[in-house]
């Protein structure tokens, strides 16, 4: 599915957010280098927009890596961050999540934006995802989750729903050429976890403590998901 959509990707986030998205990344990279990290992985990067604002404001000695299992997408990264400048900062890496190709412990900080839904929401390999995660993240380390989320109040979260379903879903569809695409999008934001879901999720498998923040209402939220050390 990813694959298919790469050249109208960034254009449709910025549409359908309202260019919100990118200040969503913006507070996760703050997040993200906050605790001066030495190596940092933007997980499920797609087109990069997370590692490259990573790349823009991390320390010269902080490895970053940009990884998905989407070649196309992770093209469309490494271009985008060769225009700006910042390609030689940046490892681009196609895998997935379920097999990281790292030793255990090798990040300090996971960043994913907007690919959590991806592999938790009704995947089979939600726990294997997770595992593998905090697998390869140093104790004290930590994962931050930047995804959509459930709005708190009854009346923003049925407008929202709407706007998935009549506006978000039909008109990505039309401009990306892709007709399933951006209605599984629809389908599965309309759907998703709720924050409190989100930390029981990631609670199993033994990060702790969790903590989340709700922009917008809870359209999307930003969960900190720290490693025991
Ligand atoms: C909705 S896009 C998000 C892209 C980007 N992080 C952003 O902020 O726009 C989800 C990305 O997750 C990737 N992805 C989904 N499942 C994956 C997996 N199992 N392993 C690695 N990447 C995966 C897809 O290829 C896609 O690029």
Redesign the pocket.
């Known amino acids: 599915m ?2 298919k959509v790469p050249h109208k ?2 254009f449709l ?1 910025r549409l359908l957010t309202l260019g919100m ?1 990118q200040k969503w ?1 913006k507070i996760a990279t703050e997040i993200c280098l906050s605790s001066k990290p030495k190596r940092v992985m ?9 590692a490259i604002e990573l790349a823009k404001r991390a320390s010269e000695d902080t490895q970053l890596v940009s ?4 070649e196309p ?2 093209e469309l990264a490494r271009r985008k961050a060769d225009k700006t400048g910042l390609g030689n900062k940046i490892i681009f890496q196609v ?4 097999e990281l190709p790292f030793d255990d412990y090798y990040f300090d900080v996971i960043g ?4 959590f ?3 938790t929401f009704k995947n089979p ?1 939600t726990d294997l ?1 997770l595992r593998e995660i905090f697998r390869v993240i140093a104790p004290g380390g930590k994962l931050v989750i ?1 995804e959509t989320s459930q709005p708190r109040s009854y009346i923003l979260k049925r407008l929202t729903h709407l706007y998935l379903s009549s506006f978000a879903a039909p008109v990505g569809n039309a401009i990306s050429r892709q007709s399933g695409a951006y209605s599984y ?1 629809a389908y599965s934001a309309r759907n998703f976890y709720d924050p409190a879901q989100v930390c029981e999720l990631l609670s199993k498998v033994g990060f702790d403590p969790i903590d989340f923040t709700l922009y917008w209402q809870g359209i999307t939220a930003i969960h900190v998901a720290e490693v025991p050390s």
């Open positions: 990813f694959s990707y960034d986030n998205d990344r933007d997980l499920c990067s797609g087109t990069g927009d997370l990884a998905d299992f989407c997408m992770l895998a997935d999540a379920a994913i934006a907007f690919g839904r991806n592999l390999k995802y930047v999008l």
